[in-house]
DNA sequence: CGAGGCCTTGACCGCGGTCAATGCCCGTGG
DNA sequence: CCACGGGCATTGACCGCGGTCAAGGCCTCG
């Protein structure tokens, strides 16, 4: 059950087995259906999650209806409406199950807890939320002055089995193309 | 000379002088013009900088040509091409003063000691981290799925003052739009 | 005083969005 | 097990936003 997370600090930092069982004791079991919201735009966040299997996926709707994916994270990815959580103002944006999944949980308090008094989990948040801020940064310049084509392009390259995962309607709304365009430009390859 | 920085951290965390004076002792002044570049694309970052006085951009130009703006940091915020410094590859974007500027600048290596060597450095740089992030989001958020009109309207609520102090032909880059839309919606306020 | 860069504005047109019709897939209930 | 229904993918027709290109004027700096 704890298999992936623990292997994820282990390559990430130098930990004990103790310290390992101690960070992980703070992480629950829950299990998902697909298309279940586990955070409601407006909602405080109070968790964060670490994909154990399925899919998670960060998006919002604006006041037209339209939805905007930020960000999915699948097997061995943490997740979760990250400004909600720091500044426990009401969310931005939904947190998905997109499939059938299993996640590993942990309240906020104990996320900040352990970041404040395990020197190693304090390093890999740090580590994540520099990877976070590198992904976006590259998500802004990856999609800013291209075109449909070269936005379809570009994950093709960067996330290669991501079309193949996530329905048409999302991976545009990934993209900030329209399904329909989406569709005709996967028919042209 | 050091009094930006030293409120930036005063205003952040609990720091004593003695410390306080142990972290802005690793910082020098530079002084440069308008439009002088402090790192191009394909170099490997040294720095990080902090803005005294003037202003700093982080851009990038792709194989087109066309420039892509991602940040600008004005007085008393932090900013450097990021993800080169962390992984010290050769970076993405250019770092750029604007206008004649005043900047403070730490070295990669004096400023991860001080992120592994005193907590309330390591502290700031998480705040540092968490904010960049967030505000990369609203940025994805804000700007995908807009058209031109709604992505100004965006800027000029949420940072007043950017399209008074940077160039039309900037301000046209961060919003992903050309100079000459970015003319034609303000003619028509 | 001349040159270069930027802002503004006009004319044109192509990418991609909207809307709608059709067909497929899949889950649900009879 | 099959029939039905809803949601999504696909495709066509249309058209409007905003990009490109070019001209003209202004400001700055050498």
Known sequence: MYEKLEQYFK???????????????????????????????????????????????????????????????????????LPSLITQTPAFEFVQTIEKSELLRISRDSFFNLVDTVPQFARVYRQILELGFITAQKRIYGFQGFDAIEKVKWVMNYQPDFLLRVSNKMAASYLGITPSTLSRIKSKL
């Open 11 to 81: 390559s990430r930092t130098i930990i004990d087995q103790p310290t390992l069982d101690h960070i992980v004791g703070h992480f629950t079991l829950i299990k998902t259906k697909r298309n279940e919201l586990l955070l409601k735009q407006g909602d405080i966040c109070k968790h964060y999650y670490f994909v154990n299997k399925g899919c998670l996926r960060l998006f919002t709707i604006n006041k037209e209806g339209v939805e905007t994916t930020r960000y999915f994270a699948f097997e061995g990815a943490f997740g979760t409406a």
